[in-house]
């Protein structure tokens, strides 16, 4: 069984705004950090969002997303989520959760297994 769950995708038109779920069940002992990574056609998965499990909730972006995307987490659910606001043709893709080794750095990693993902498709 997957522990990842991500939900919220859609068709969006440019300049909208979508709010990406990801419920995962994998034990908070494992977490130290969660992303959002996405992949778009022809191209590499990459991190766009990762933020803390811990008490400060630390966040980076890739300057891609910079300053239009938000991640938060609600620890008691242990759900994940990702605001996109002033969306761009651009980031259209296949949006994953999965683990991040380190926010700081942008550093990926893997639970071992990744979820479905949710599929974001903005028009221009």
């Known amino acids: 069984q997957v522990p990842l769950v991500e939900s919220g995708g859609g068709l969006v038109q440019a300049g909208g705004s979508l709010r990406l779920s990801c419920a995962t069940s994998?034990?908070?002992?494992?977490?130290?950090?969660i992303g959002w990574y996405r992949q778009a056609p022809g191209k590499q998965r990459e991190l766009v969002a990762a933020i803390t499990w811990d008490s400060s909730g630390r966040t980076n972006y890739a300057d891609s997303v910079k300053g239009r995307f938000t991640i938060s987490r609600d620890n008691t659910k242990k759900t994940v989520y990702l605001q996109m606001n002033s969306l761009k043709p651009e980031d259209t893709a296949v949006y994953y959760c999965?683990?991040?080794?380190?926010?700081?750095?942008?550093?990926?990693?893997?639970?071992?297994?990744w979820g479905q993902g949710t599929q974001v498709t903005v028009s221009s």
């Open positions: 994998v034990s908070i002992f494992s977490i130290n950090a």
């Open positions: 999965n683990r991040v080794l380190q926010v700081a750095s942008m550093t990926p990693g893997t639970f071992g297994s």
